[in-house]
């Protein structure tokens, strides 16, 4: 089994924009850890099975997650649940404590969540004694990262009258985008810059 997930969420609508007036943080687009954990609760139970082979042996063993959970602290985000394993008439649940990494990427407008490491060991009864075969990497069944949409979908035109009679398009986007993971929460920060769009004139040939 390969666990996959993909959620877009258009985060200025969903999870609310705020503006202040920071240095260089014109925009601050936030991402709870309340948020990334609901994704889990809302997928459900997520579980898998294999197959090893040991000193002639073959045999299977099954595994399901309990209480998956993304925690983020101070510029780092952890991956921690139970996992309790079925291998023969072995039964068994152990703690992973694994490893999330948080990029935002511009040309995509897109924040990754991806877990790239989460281990866990696995036991079999031998000989009427529990042995360890080796550690399952729990990432390989995340096939692509949990991605938010960022704050570029913001821009957005503006027609302004002037006292003149006069009419300007100003146009206002993002741009300097980057990712800060905090205690319980990733930001997307940016700069708003505001431009004028001046009518194209067409030359008209004679």
């Not at 007036?21 to 948020?35: F, M, R, T, Y």
């Not at 924040?111 to 790239?116: C, F, P, R, S, V």
Request: proline share 3%; hydrophobic share 40%; with cysteine.
């Amino acid at each position: 089994m390969r666990f996959s997930g993909k959620i877009l969420l258009f985060i200025t609508l969903l999870l609310g924009s705020k503006f202040m007036n920071a240095q260089s943080q014109d925009l601050i687009v936030l991402l709870k850890e309340s948020v990334l954990n609901k994704m889990f609760g809302a997928i459900g139970q997520i579980k898998g099975a294999s197959t090893y082979s040991f000193m002639f042996i073959d045999g299977s063993y099954k595994w399901t997650l309990i209480n998956p959970l993304i925690k983020l602290h101070q510029n780092k985000a952890d991956f921690i649940c139970d996992v309790n394993v079925t291998a023969g008439k072995l039964d068994y649940t152990t703690k992973v404590n694994g490893i999330v990494e948080i990029c935002y990427e511009p040309t995509t407008n897109l924040i990754y969540i991806e877990i790239t490491e989460a281990l866990f060991p696995l036991n079999i009864m031998f000989a009427g004694k529990q042995r360890h075969l080796w550690d399952v990497e729990l990432a390989n069944y995340f096939e692509t990262p949990f991605t938010f949409e960022g704050p570029l979908t913001m821009g957005t035109e503006m027609d302004f009258s002037m006292p003149d009679g006069t009419a300007k398009k100003i146009y206002c986007h993002p741009l300097n985008c980057g990712v800060k993971i905090a205690e319980k929460q990733v930001t997307v920060s940016a700069e708003i810059e505001f431009i004028e769009r001046k009518k194209e004139t067409k030359s008209v040939k004679k």
